[in-house]
């Protein structure tokens, strides 16, 4: 159980393209999804909570109009790089959580390499 | 963010030995979870530990929720080749809430 699927997971794209990373949570409902982004041989910076129904919380230092979040149900939530370039390439991870109650570990998806040329 | 402090960042061990690693924070949490990550893949859940003092097994896999509440430990018994990832620590405030991470330990086993 607790399974999340993410796709696509591996993007290249020219600069100034908008992609779009979806996440899923298949076996459970996700009230709350993380947005988290990765760079080589570093641990996990925390982007965004999303929650369900409600605007997303950015962590400070990410602009919310570059990565846009949207969390329209319970078992979805996407992230899109808006109008991408080079220093966006990087390593994005979500987990979901399905926070109705206390000891609900997030789980984690299997990662998008976005490699912007 | 935030980090915790874990360590050691690396460790190079022979199959069959024993690996410990550990995570610290100047401030509580209410749960400590351990995670695997291997190249290009998403952490996997190993253990979470809900309450301070818990120790909790999950195969060759022992952690323990430290009573100050501001550390825990993971221990690996009698590595294998398929130990070898990056093992990262992650506490939280509340059940539902952000994770903190460590920096990450990377294992590597050699036969």
């Known amino acids: 159980g607790a399974v999340v699927s993410q796709h696509p997971s591996r993007v290249i794209c020219k600069s100034g393209t908008s992609v779009k990373i979806e996440c899923r949570s298949l076996d459970f409902q996700a009230t709350t999804m993380f947005w988290y982004r990765q760079f080589p041989k570093q641990s996990l910076m925390l982007m965004a909570t999303s929650n369900e129904g409600s605007k997303a919380t950015y962590e400070q230092g990410v602009e919310k109009d570059k990565f846009l979040i949207n969390h329209a149900s319970l078992t979805l939530s996407t992230l899109t790089v808006t109008s991408a370039h080079p220093e966006d390439s990087s390593f994005y991870i979500c987990?979901?959580?399905?926070?109705?109650?206390?000891?609900?570990?997030?789980?984690f998806g299997d990662g998008t390499r976005l490699s912007i040329l | 963010g935030q980090q915790l402090n874990q360590s050691p960042q690396s460790m190079f061990i022979q199959e069959g030995e024993d690996v410990s690693m550990n995570c610290t924070s100047s401030s509580i949490f209410n749960t400590w979870l351990w995670y695997k990550q291997e190249p290009g893949e998403g952490p996997v859940l190993l253990i979470a530990?809900?309450?301070?003092?818990e120790l909790t097994s999950n195969g060759r896999l022992t952690a323990q929720f430290g009573i100050t509440r501001k550390d825990s430990f993971l221990n690996i018994s009698a590595s294998i080749p398929s130990d070898v990832g990056i093992y990262f620590c992650?506490?939280?405030?509340?059940?539902?809430?952000?994770?903190?991470f460590g920096a990450g330990t990377q294992v590597v086993v050699t036969p």
């Open positions: 992650a506490g939280q405030l509340s059940g539902w809430g952000k994770l903190q």
């Open positions: 987990s979901a959580s399905s926070g109705t109650g206390s000891n609900q570990p997030q789980h």
């Open positions: 530990l809900y309450k301070a003092g």
